[in-house]
């Protein structure tokens, strides 16, 4: 069982900047992969970045290259640059370790004027 808590949400302007933290309960080395995620009312969750316990980095389309996910064990962090009003979503942290999955409580991210 990891128990996940995520801060730093709230509201930032269009092209600002904001960082994610996502707290596990454990060694996040001892965890196979931490994501972040994120959700729009209506739509799917869809990927927004990974890291695995190895070092591997996954990023989606949309965010590569704005966004930065890195880890100060046992804290998994999104850094955010340049945002766009359509990265306004429920941010969600997820903690894989097969076969099970975690997700922590969500925090809301608002990019707008």
């Known amino acids: 069982q990891v128990h996940l808590v995520e801060s730093g949400g709230g509201l930032v302007q269009p092209g600002g900047s904001l960082r994610l933290s996502c707290a596990a309960s454990t060694n996040i080395f001892s965890i196979n992969a931490m994501g972040w995620y994120r959700q729009v009312l209506g739509k799917e969750r869809e990927l927004v970045a990974q890291i695995t316990n190895d070092g591997r980095i996954t990023y989606g389309n949309s965010v590569r290259g704005r966004f930065t996910i890195f880890r100060d064990n046992p804290k998994v962090y999104l850094r955010m640059t340049k945002l766009k009003p359509e990265d306004t979503a429920v941010y969600y942290c997820?903690?894989?370790?097969?076969?099970?999955?975690?997700w922590g409580q969500g925090t809301q991210v608002t990019v707008s004027s």
């Open positions: 997820k903690a894989t370790m097969y076969p099970n999955y975690y």
